[in-house]
């Protein structure tokens, strides 16, 4: 299964409190629920395509509400494979609607997160948990990018639910897409707060174990690839260096030169792939007085320079 299968498995365990119940199978209908009406009245509809998920849908409608419930099940279509599950409830629909706050007489069906159900901290983190159940997604922690999701059916609703992640510290942004609107989350380390947060602690350790592996490799890839790159930059330098000095013995009388600059040429030629600190090390075994690293790379400017007039000279 996938990390998104494997924490919404998780979730499903969790017991909720009376209250929390109320808190999370609102967020369950706002999200996969609508109001419908024919003949036979109002009623209101549940659909997904999980079955557990189905299951957990009517257990809770059951445990808070007096009412027969009827579940279809339907055969997906050939660009859709999976099975679709509905559940319709006709009884005491305004009660259920009113109770769950899910309509609102100025705004409609489900454009946002009703305060009353979410007072309490519980309910809070119970509503996140329903709503995730209902439309969220998460990136496997081993994956090129860390990412949270939440697919929501309209803007005021994904703004009131970012509302209420923040509230949290979660950083969630929200976002328009062609089949509706997603609330986010970016970071890494808000993600793993948004798993606590819910209850799903197996999911919070098996993203986390992958989070500290992930950084640490990426970590030594930096690493490695800054030490290959001053290693380049180093070997360069170096034999840059090394067509300077070759320049000067064959068109300079290197006797004539000064005491500083033999040095370094005598270095140069002797450790060809060593650095410039390296160098400064290597110096205390060879002259009296060590030469700074400051020391030696003016002295290699230096040498460029020679280098530069010998062969104007010699063109001349």
Request: contains cysteine; hydrophobic residues 40%; proline residues 3%.
């Amino acid at each position: 299964m996938s990390f998104t299968s494997d924490t919404k498995q998780e979730l499903l365990q969790i017991e909720n409190d009376p209250c929390c119940k109320v808190a999370t199978l609102s967020a369950l209908l706002a999200i996969n629920g609508y109001l419908s009406l024919n003949h036979d009245g109002m009623r209101v509809v549940f659909q997904t395509t999980s079955l557990p998920l189905a299951r957990k849908a009517i257990h809770l409608v059951k445990s808070l509400y007096p009412v027969n419930v009827d579940v279809f099940s339907k055969k997906g279509v050939k660009l859709q494979k999976k099975n679709q599950y509905m559940m319709i409830v006709k009884e005491k629909v305004n009660m259920m609607v009113r109770e769950l706050g899910l309509m609102s007489e100025e705004t409609g069906y489900a454009q946002k997160v009703d305060d009353a159900i979410i007072q309490r901290a519980c309910c809070q983190r119970a509503y996140l948990r329903g709503a995730f159940l209902a439309g969220g997604s998460i990136n496997h922690p081993n994956s090129s990018s860390y990412h949270l999701e939440n697919a929501v059916p309209n803007q005021p609703f994904a703004q009131s639910l970012s509302e209420l992640m923040n509230t949290f510290s979660l950083k969630s942004k929200t976002l328009e897409k062609k089949r509706g609107y997603l609330v986010y989350i970016k970071d890494s380390e808000k993600i793993a707060d948004f798993l606590r947060i819910t209850g799903a602690s197996t999911a919070l350790f098996n993203y986390e174990d992958a989070r500290i592996k992930r950084d640490f490799v990426n970590s030594i890839t930096r690493v490695m690839n800054m030490e290959i790159a001053n290693q380049n930059k180093t070997f360069e330098a170096a034999n840059k260096q090394l067509r300077h000095i070759e320049i000067i013995e064959k068109l300079l009388d290197e006797e004539r030169l000064p005491k500083s600059v033999k040095e370094a040429i005598f270095l140069r030629k002797t450790y060809p792939e060593a650095s410039l600190v390296e160098l400064s090390e290597l110096s205390k075994h060879h002259f009296k007085k060590p030469i700074s690293k400051s020391g030696l790379n003016h002295r290699y400017r230096n040498i460029a320079k020679i280098a530069k007039e010998a062969i104007e000279a010699y063109e001349d």
